[in-house]
């Protein structure tokens, strides 16, 4: 009963700043992705890691990151859109693989718990997707910059990654999306889009996505504790 994890790792970081793409960005002496992955592999429940990089980025990649850690099987380019990066990824898995996690490169932050409940999730649900309530309160804005009306918060909330999927459900989810041109900013959308549930798995404040150089700072918090020196 395997599971393949497909990590995209193909962002140009523009908003990060600077000429190094962010998954690649030094954090406490090493890449963001390193904490990613390493992650992944001592969860113990994913057999192979699938990573997706830029085209520019891939022979760099191989050298660095095939095989470091030892589930990094594969390394695969991205394509226009995170959809697509995702999708390059998710066909170089084995059709004998029964789930597929998605985590996003830059997410260093995931835990263990995370992984396995949206596996067992998965399984039983057929999709699942890490995300945490919404606290904050919401407003509409119009195109002027005025508020328009406040947003019921009751019953919403902020999607994460991992996220985990029976790979026949998001193989099929991927089949309907590419032929009807339909783009979602996550996996967990395109289940939607096949008209199938999607369980909800909590994840956590701190698995935030580094996309900004303050996420980057906010980061530097964190790591000590969720990554301790041995």
Not at 51 to 80: M, R, S
């Amino acid at each position: 009963m395997s599971v393949c994890a497909v990590v995209p790792a193909g962002g140009s970081g523009t908003r990060m700043g600077g000429t190094v793409p962010k998954q690649f960005q030094y954090l406490n002496g090493k890449p963001i992705l390193y904490y990613t992955l390493k992650t992944l592999q001592d969860c113990g429940s994913i057999a192979e890691i699938i990573l997706v990089v830029p085209k520019n980025e891939y022979e760099a990649a191989c050298t660095d990151w095939l095989g470091k850690p030892e589930i990094v099987k594969k390394i695969v380019v991205g394509g226009v859109k995170r959809q697509d990066s995702v999708y390059n990824g998710f066909c170089e898995v084995s059709q004998d693989t029964e789930i597929v996690l998605v985590h996003d490169g830059v997410r260093p932050f995931l835990s263990k718990k995370m992984i396995s409940e949206s596996i067992g999730a998965a399984r039983e649900y057929g999709a699942a997707i890490t995300a945490i309530p919404v606290n904050d309160t919401i407003k509409r804005v119009d195109p002027s910059g005025l508020v328009s009306e406040t947003i019921d918060r009751e019953g919403l909330w902020r999607v994460q990654t991992p996220q985990a999927f029976r790979y026949s459900l998001l193989q099929d989810a991927f089949n309907k999306a590419k032929s009807e041109s339909f783009y979602g900013t996550d996996e967990g959308t395109l289940i939607e889009y096949l008209g199938e549930p999607v369980k909800i798995v909590e994840g956590s404040e701190q698995n935030i996505k580094i996309t900004r150089p303050e996420d980057l700072e906010l980061s530097e918090t964190f790591v000590s504790k969720a990554f301790p020196e041995k």
